[in-house]
């Protein structure tokens, strides 16, 4: 994409990765994804917030080059991670005058990921600001959102928050500006849950730290901008904050059937109790379906057959994926079936200590379920939609 002036003398410099599929060799794109840099002109000196992934570094340059920019004062490193910061070796060869601006434990981690020279940075403190003549950037500190050295950069004049990873979205789109707010909502909650998720109470507290200010703009690092900003505050306080829902997460597998027969027959129960289920099949579920789904999770409810004397492979990964996320669920189970005998309860239990939650007595059978199984399985949809009306989830 070409550069674009959405305020007077600032504009979006970034690029737009159509094509992407796959993030950290891990979380999926389905919708692409953008690295969001943007360049500020003050009437005195200018600068650049935040850079681009270290795969596409002539991208921003060439946008740089089409501005007719000679000179960049300041390079904003909100975030050392390299989809942000993997072009600050050709910015600051391209603009030798620029003094990299960041927290010093960014400072640290940007010399150890580029060999940068400890000369190129200017560190600042929480609430610093610095002048660009007729505009201020004021820094807000956020460790832990997602990284320990992030900062947050407010344009005090503009009131345009800069919140790299906060409040962004995996999702390639030519609008500049949040336009279906559907489709931004589910990418945004996805980005939350996949990311910001298991840095929950540092997010409550950075929502409150930033209350005082007044947005006209928020423009994130990936995804559209906002120019609604009560849109995305409001969701990400109701992520943070709200008590789980009426809902049961069900992440499971079947290798026989056994297994597959207690689930379907486990979702009836409980849906005939007014308890919502959504369920996965590990062999073939979009894990970022699955993290969207435990933001709001009360109950997480594993599926598992016994593989050599443990859970199933796929059902560790979903056990290990919620124990890394922490969601706010309350109460969690297992279910499956095993051929002589082995511990998948215990080692499943043993992978989620992050996960604050009460466990309920699984239920396992022998072989394929009988009528015994199935009243327990009757059993527990009844002490889940009892647990979950005596929480108040709704």
């Known amino acids: 994409m070409k550069p674009r002036e959405f305020a007077p003398g600032i504009f979006t410099v970034g690029y737009i990765d159509w094509d992407r599929r796959l993030f950290d060799s891990l ?20 600068a650049l917030i935040d ?22 004062d300041y390079v904003i490193a909100n975030h050392a991670e390299p989809d942000h910061s993997g072009a600050l070796p050709q910015v600051t ?5 620029a003094k990299i601006v960041c927290t010093e434990r960014c400072k640290g981690m940007l010399i150890d990921l580029f060999g940068l020279a400890a000369e190129k940075f200017k560190t600042v403190n929480d609430r610093e600001t610095i002048s660009l003549g007729n505009r201020t950037l004021e ?36 609008d500049l500006y949040v336009t279906d707010e559907g489709q931004v909502y589910e990418a945004a909650k996805r980005y939350y849950a996949e990311i910001m998720m298991p840095f929950r109470t ?31 505050l409001k969701a990400y306080h109701s992520w943070a904050y709200d008590e789980p829902s009426n809902i049961v997460v069900l992440p499971f597998v079947s290798m026989h059937g056994s297994t597959g027969k207690m ?36 109950t997480i409810v ?33 279910i499956g079936s095993y051929g002589w005998g082995g511990k998948a309860v215990e080692t499943i239990a043993s992978l989620i200590p992050n996960l604050k939650v009460e466990i309920i007595p699984p239920v396992l059978c022998k072989g394929q379920p009988r009528e015994t199984d199935y009243q327990a399985l009757e059993k527990l ?14």
């Open 302 to 334: 594993i599926g598992t057959p016994t593989v050599l004397a443990g859970p199933h492979p796929a059902a560790v990964y979903a056990a290990v994926l919620a124990n890394a996320l922490r969601p706010k669920a309350k109460f969690a189970s297992v």
């Open 139 to 174: 820094f807000i500190h956020a460790p832990w959102v997602h990284w320990p050295e992030t900062m947050l950069t407010y344009l005090k004049e503009d009131k345009i928050l800069f919140p790299c990873d906060f409040f962004g979205s995996h999702l390639a789109t030519t």
């Open 93 to 97: 060869a391209r603009y030798p005058e």
């Open 263 to 298: 689930v379907d027959y486990l979702v009836g129960a409980l849906a005939q109790r007014g308890v919502a289920v959504k369920q996965f099949d590990m062999s073939v579920a979009d894990i970022g379906k699955l993290a969207i789904a435990l933001v709001d999770a009360g």
């Open 202 to 232: 540092t997010i409550q507290n950075n929502l409150q730290k930033i209350q005082g200010y007044e947005f006209k703009i928020i423009a994130p690092s990936h995804g559209p901008m906002h120019k609604k900003p009560d849109f995305i």
């Open 51 to 72: 850079t681009v992934d270290r795969l596409v570094p002539q991208s921003l340059l060439d946008n740089l080059t089409s501005l007719g920019i000679e000179r960049i």
């Open 27 to 46: 979380i999926p794109l389905p919708d692409g994804t953008s690295y969001n840099s943007y360049l500020i002109k003050g009437s005195e000196k200018t």
């Open 381 to 394: 949809a009844e002490t889940i939609a009892q647990k979950h009306k005596e929480s108040g989830f709704k």
